[in-house]
DNA sequence: AAATAACTGAACATATTGTTCAGTATCTTA
DNA sequence: TAAGATACTGAACAATATGTTCAGTTATTT
């Protein structure tokens, strides 16, 4: 890509996180996310179509890194060995617990739950390939949907309580899950 | 309250639903609802301050009802019965089981992340009061938090998937929370 | 019937949005 | 390194939304 594209784009995603953790995403103005990016007017629109644009933008690129070492073991790894599971979600929460400062604004804002449900559907697929049964009388989708949410709420509870390790939050939900 | 009052609220509330579910949160405008609804503009604003304002009370309408029939009870019963607390929970499902067609446009609105963080709050309260004691090193806040946000996702998921009653529903909560 | 309170709707200043375009800077590749 | 392609700039534009004001109308209460 282009470095003046990439500069650009990093330098509206800066802006934008900023301004959504002072002011919130409805009080953000594009015009307050141009200023502040020091861009011109129509170098944004050449980017973005709009303000929801922007942030689904954004939270593509913060999970792309979040999972991306993901694919590759998907092929070459038993799912169905319960550890395994285990450590591809730990192997997220510290993906996510490096980009703490970046992750707590968002999901501290206004955007937090656009964040959240792009985060949800990301696990939802994760867990389909893994739950192979549920017990008597539970819809399939309700226990894989289930266990999407609790681990997405599960981060988002991390990044408002402090001095928790990505091994203590795993802990917490695991023994919840475990069974 | 004065009928002219009520009668505008109703029209603005009404108004605001159907936009809702048509085109989203952000792509209405308080002119929309202003000619949707046909009151003055004026009358508008001096009932509520902003677009948010007016979800805001939309949300705490429906829960005003939802909730409604709990405070006496919580005198009277003994919280310490799980069966109560299974009883308070399935008689919030029947309230939003009847306002379905209500409820179901605004959660599969952009605003329906709003409309869980209400019913959130509430159901946290309710949690908090039930659950004395947690499993050793789960902190509480956690633990009543994933009561709250199971239980509110579990109505999200009803919301859109048909055919279920609030027994049925209320089963499936139950069967990962019973312990 | 009089007093009180709510609604109306036009008019207003202000601000944001999304687009266009001619000019400038940067990158690529031959 | 020169030429061509691509990206950025920023001013100007029309269109639209916002929030306020106020004099006039209608409904409710006492």
Redesign the pocket.
């Known amino acids: 890509m ?4 990439s ?2 784009r990093k330098a509206v995603f800066n802006a934008f996180v900023e301004l959504l953790t002072e002011k919130g995403y409805s009080n953000t ?3 307050d996310i141009i200023s502040r990016a ?6 944004f ?3 973005f ?3 929801d644009d922007l942030l689904n933008a954004l939270c593509e690129s913060i999970f792309d890194h979040a999972f991306s070492e993901q694919s590759p073991k998907e092929e070459s790894h038993d799912f169905s060995d319960r550890r395994d599971l285990r450590g591809e979600l730990t192997h997220i929460l510290y993906h996510l617990g490096e980009s703490r400062g970046y992750v707590e604004g968002i999901l501290a804002s206004e955007s937090g739950d656009v964040f959240m449900r792009y985060f949800r559907d990301q696990l939802t697929g994760v867990f389909r390939k893994e739950i192979k049964e549920v017990p008597e009388g539970i819809p399939m989708d309700y226990a894989v949907e289930r266990c999407a949410w609790d681990f997405s709420e599960t981060v988002r509870w991390w990044m408002s309580h402090d001095g928790y390790s990505p091994e203590d939050v795993m802990g917490f939900f695991w023994h919840y899950m475990g069974r």
């Open positions: 282009d470095r003046r594209q500069k650009t103005t594009i015009q020091d861009i011109g007017r129509s170098t629109y050449s980017h179509q709009t303000k």
